[in-house]
């Protein structure tokens, strides 16, 4: 299935992209199956977003979400760093 | 209830007029202005020369207008508009506003404080502080966590 992952603030930069289509199996269908996956698969920056997993934030859709929550072929998947708005 | 996120500069008075145009029924507005502080530290040697805002379009407009229906099932209100601004932002700079109107004060006051809090924590926006020691990503405060938390318990 195929999914478009969200940069943002910090992490974006980290990246140096703000957006990206990845084709993921099946069977990696939450935030945190796709960030173990493509941490192994491309290490870099995924490995160090594996690594800070515990200080970021995930949505769905536009959603904040759990690392657990199931993601679908062609769901927006975001990652940022905690919010500091206002 | 209006939800704005945009580079320019937001006029409160205009704001207030078009929530109050004419409805009686509007007894109390109450706004909030959060602005760019000069210095974001205690010790005051790290003086701001900017500030870039970064948002997630589309996750932004719809967690403020969550916000604003939370409000309103909780206290019985006249009209929200909440304002924040994205972007390059300089020290004294308005970054956000957010206006409640009611028929009595009660109410829009409570509302407009449960509104800015849930903004610090709920809604995806990002601060990066640009000074002569470099540019920083601010972090997020403990206080603002309790600060939302603590509506649980009103």
Known sequence: ?86 | MTVCIQKELFDVEKIISKLKNGKASIGAVVSFIGYVREYNDHSKKNRLNQMDLEHYPGMTEKALMKIELNAKSRWSLEDVFIVHRVGKLLPSDPIVAVVVASQHRKNAFKACEFIIDFLKTDAPFWKKEISDHGELWVKNRVEDDKKKSSWDIE
């Open chain 1, 1 to 86: 299935m195929k999914i478009n992952i969200l940069f943002f603030a910090g992490i974006r930069e980290m990246f140096g992209i703000h957006e990206k289509d990845i084709e993921i199996l099946e069977s990696e269908n939450s935030p945190y199956k796709v960030l173990s996956f493509l941490s192994e698969k491309e290490q870099g920056s995924w490995a160090e977003l594996l690594n800070r997993k515990d200080s970021i934030r995930v949505a769905i859709n536009q959603e904040i979400c759990d690392w657990d929550d199931h993601l679908s072929d062609g769901d927006e998947l975001a990652f940022f760093p905690p919010i500091t708005g206002g």
